[in-house]
């Protein structure tokens, strides 16, 4: 599960990096995947909605085991 997760971070990096930002994937335990925003994202007042609109949307329509992101 965690490579399956990592191929679908990978194909969002490229909008997070475009803004300064990046996202490192922490651990994957029973369908919560935890993950740290860095760069510009890990400051930006929006990355909660980074966060759940963006990396948990994906994750979550691409892998069916994906119950929820959480940033740590």
């Known amino acids: 599960m965690r490579e399956k ?5 990978d194909k969002i990096r490229p909008a997070l990096m475009a803004d300064g930002g990046d996202v490192e994937l ?9 993950v740290r925003l860095t760069g510009a994202c890990g400051c930006c ?6 966060l759940k609109y963006g990396v948990e949307r994906m994750l979550k329509s691409e892998l069916s085991g ?5 940033a740590v």
């Open 5 to 9: 997760v990592e191929e679908v971070l």
């Open 45 to 50: 007042g929006m990355s909660a909605m980074t």
């Open 66 to 70: 994906v119950k929820e992101v959480v």
């Open 26 to 34: 922490v651990n994957v335990d029973d369908g919560v995947v935890s």
